[in-house]
């Protein structure tokens, strides 16, 4: 793209981490085919031609010394077990790919023949959200194989099933409008930390005289920066949108044309509400009535408003009914009606790619069990590799875990029984990684990864509404590989002799576009799109979104919807088919303040995301680790807590439950209400215990959507 006197080229790429912005970045690569720069592209509306922090010293991380750059396989005799950092080379030996896939292929084959292919556990998240490296050979492969499937549940299913009661898919508030909404409301999403490309938007508006309020337990950067931050107590969400729309309806602040239009269950709702007072509410959120009223009044009255509700509230036991009743707040005032209102959880639902031809689900049939295999569970791997198979119904034990695109030993909850699963000696564990995780630490073959920079990708995102192509940069270092070309040499070893395993990326990328004999894409809103446009652009948005000036995006302003009804409900019909409550009521999680347990672990623990790591990604790197030392292996505490405990500032403190026990510093300030703390993700191998804030979370899940609730979790806390 670059004037052909000019040394250098620049490539469009695409971030590929698990997060909203998923920004197109421009790589600068120098005559030699080394990237010398990254930056945002300018002339992508989100991302605005800046990155995040994180993925702005990114070619620390691709150079980093650390990567893994060859094939490895465990040593003869040596055990599996957490490794300290940087003595992975005497426990694994270099060897060549030949042998790596020849000897998995082996092996993967006797575990299938001797305990039936279902004893086959592949475990992958979004480690890269390029849709090839995402989930494509990968699933043929394991499809054909027979393999369990994984049920991706790590993240955002309860938050995702939820929005889709209310509203059929997830679509939301072009993240370009919020610049004119006049009120908005970060409820659980730390838009600052987790969702930077938003925050010029939120400026801009705040200069037009909208406000922000934030409702989040901890005092997030966004909060900092808020006009008002309600530290709700955890888990108490869904009883203030319920208390919210109880002073709405009493007031007569809905909006009644919208509600007759697009809505279901009106009735119903009001009835439901009605027992959530202000002052009910206020016990359990640990607000005043009054903060709840002047709340709903300051929502249903201010247009624009925009809600943006990110994953947060969702991490909770009661996060799929905290979804569901937000979600109905915009269509109780009929805030969508109103360009730069609405709200957004998710914008994925707007990608419709064809997945069926991507992943070949039909493979199962030619797989040695013939049918779809059993479906596991990502966020009970724990459970999985210990006590699965013991009972006839669950299907045979996990013999082999093959894991990429996640860290399960960091960021999985209960690690102390996804430790215990990893140690097993009888276990076959193969990781393809770009670094020494914690996961690598359990073994028998590690695979060297590539980065988004070293392979083609296309990619959606779940914060905007741009297709993006992510073209090859550089060449991958040492003999680092993509997942689409591991999967598909894999199949080679293993006989598979289907076509579709031989595909290229180019054909991968056509095949999801499902372009058509015309040249263009057959998906609905990319039928403008061609392969040769997204290569030659790097970005093009969705077709509703291509002239958002004349003609702006306003989802669930006119119906049908993909919703039972057609319509917006606040009555689920799924719901109410299945027998089950349609309508959101408050509980209490049963890891709070208000349960039995709380007697013995009176601390309701918020394990959260780092604001200058991904996840565990990131966490490897000294300059990262500079940007994060503030918090990083710190317990924040409220000072009331702290005292009652005779903790002062700095003191090494040990945080424990039934599952797991954790030595941290305490960090007393003002980030915490009375009676929560909170502690931030990290490598388990940069503790100097080798184990994570995840030895404290546990494997019960959501209301909805089988999700983990990393956010309900009690303990308690001293002074070491
Ligand atoms: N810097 C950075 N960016 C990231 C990530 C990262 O690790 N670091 N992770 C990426 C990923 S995987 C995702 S899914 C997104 C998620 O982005 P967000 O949805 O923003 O995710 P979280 O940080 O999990 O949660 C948001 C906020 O919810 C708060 N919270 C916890 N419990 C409750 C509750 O009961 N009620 C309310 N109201 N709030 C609560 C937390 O304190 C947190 O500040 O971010 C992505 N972006
Ligand atoms: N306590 C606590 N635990 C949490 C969370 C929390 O907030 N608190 N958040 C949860 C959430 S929302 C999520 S989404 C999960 C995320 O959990 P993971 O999906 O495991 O995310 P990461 O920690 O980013 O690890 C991704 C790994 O994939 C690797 N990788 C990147 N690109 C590629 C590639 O192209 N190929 C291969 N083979 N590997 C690649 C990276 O090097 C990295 O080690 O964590 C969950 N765990
Ligand atoms: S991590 Fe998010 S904000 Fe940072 S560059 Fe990637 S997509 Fe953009
Ligand atoms: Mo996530």
């Known amino acids: 793209m670059a004037a052909a006197s000019s040394p250098f080229r620049i490539v469009h790429a695409v971030c590929s981490h698990d997060c909203p912005d998923s920004c197109a ?32 010293k990114y070619l620390d991380r691709v150079y980093a010394p650390d990567r893994i750059l060859y094939p490895m396989k465990r040593r003869a005799g040596v055990a599996k077990g957490p490794l300290k950092r940087g003595s992975e080379h005497e426990v694994f030996e270099r060897i060549s790919w030949e042998e790596a896939l020849g000897a998995i292929a082996t092996r993967l084959q006797e575990i299938s023949d001797t305990y039936g292919p279902e004893s086959i556990l592949p475990y992958s998240y979004a480690g890269t959200m390029g849709v090839l490296g995402y989930g494509s050979m990968d699933r043929r492969f394991f499809h054909r194989l027979g393999g369990s499937q994984l049920e991706r549940t790590i993240c955002s299913v309860a938050g995702g099933v939820a929005w889709d009661l209310v509203y059929g898919k997830k679509l939301g508030t072009p993240t370009e409008d919020f610049k004119l909404a006049k009120l908005i409301v970060a ?22 005289g909208a406000r922000l309020i934030v409702i989040d337990p901890y005092r997030t950067r966004t909060a900092a920066l808020a006009d008002w931050h309600i530290a709700i107590r955890p888990g108490t969400d869904v009883a203030l949108a319920l208390g919210m729309m109880h002073v709405i309806l009493r007031e007569g602040l809905e909006d009644r044309a919208y509600i007759a239009a697009m809505t279901h269950g009106i009735e119903r709702l009001t009835e439901r509400v009605r027992e959530y007072t202000p002052e009910r509410v206020a016990v359990w959120t640990g607000m005043t009535p009054g903060e709840v009223e002047q709340l709903a009044r300051e929502y249903a009255t201010t247009r624009p408003a925009a809600l943006r509700l990110n994953y947060g509230v969702q991490r909770c036991e009661n996060g799929g009914a905290a979804v569901q009743a937000i979600a109905m707040l915009p269509a109780l005032t ?37 049918r779809q295999a059993r479906v596991v569970n990502m966020s009970t791997l724990g459970w999985a590799l210990t006590e699965m198979g013991k009972r006839a119904e669950d299907g045979p034990p996990v013999h082999a875990l093959f894991v990429y695109n996640s860290n399960p030993g960091a960021i999985a909850p209960n690690q102390n029984a996804v430790r215990r699963g990893l140690m097993r000696p009888d276990l076959f ?18 695979l060297p990864a590539t980065t988004f920079l070293e392979h083609t990708d296309i990619q959606g995102a779940y914060g905007h509404y741009f297709v993006q192509m992510s073209n090859q940069a550089i060449e991958p270092p040492g003999e680092a590989r993509s997942n689409v070309w591991l999967f598909s040499q894999l199949a080679q070893w293993m006989g598979f002799t289907e ?55 306003m989802p669930y302003t006119s119906g049908p919807l993909s ?30 303040r208000w349960s039995e347990d709380a007697k013995r672990y009176p601390l309701e623990f918020l394990g959260r995301k780092a604001d200058n790591y991904m996840n565990s990604t990131f966490a490897n790197l000294d300059g990262h680790r500079r940007m994060e030392a503030r918090t990083s292996q710190r317990l924040e505490m409220h000072p009331s807590d702290a005292e009652a405990r005779g903790i002062a ?5 040990r945080v424990w439950n039934d599952r797991g026990t954790l030595t941290l510093k305490a960090l007393v300030n003002g980030s915490v209400p009375q009676g929560v703390v909170a502690g931030h993700l990290d490598w388990a191998k940069m503790h100097p215990e080798g184990v994570n804030q995840n030895v404290l979370t546990s494997e019960r ?14 303990v308690e806390v001293a002074k070491v």
């Open 429 to 446: 564990t193969v990781v393809h990684e770009q670094f020494f995780t914690d996961t690598t630490d359990y073994a028998d073959y590690v």
């Open 334 to 370: 009929g805030a969508w009606s109103h360009r730069g209102g609405g709200g957004q959880l998710s914008t994925s639902g707007a990608f419709k790619w064809n997945k069926a031809e991507l992943e070949r689900p039909d493979l199962a049939l030619d797989s040695p069990l013939g």
């Open 25 to 56: 970045v421009l790589v600068t690569v120098d005559e030699s085919g080394r990237a010398v720069k990254v930056e945002g592209d300018p002339s992508q509306p989100v991302t605005q031609g800046f990155l995040c922090g994180k993925v702005a």
């Open 499 to 553: 076509d579709c395993f031989r595909d290229t990326p180019e054909q991968m990328i056509r095949q999801v576009l499902g372009i058509g004999l015309d040249g263009h894409s057959t998906n609905p809103g990319m039928e403008h799109i061609t392969f040769e446009d997204l290569e030659e652009q790097g970005h093009i948005p969705l077709s509703f979104h291509r002239d958002p000036e004349a003609q702006p995006f």
């Open 649 to 653: 500032d700095g003191d090494a403190v």
């Open 701 to 714: 899940l959501t209301d909805m959507g089988a999700a983990p609730t990393f956010y309900s979790a009690l």
């Open 187 to 208: 409820w659980g999403g730390n838009i600052h930390g987790n969702n930077i490309h938003l925050w010029p938007m939120v400026e801009q508006a705040r200069r037009n």
């Open 563 to 592: 919703t039972p009804t057609g319509r917006v409900e606040f009555y689920s019909e799924v719901l109410a088919a299945q027998g089950l409550d349609a309508m959101p009521a408050f509980k209490p999680p049963v890891e709070s």
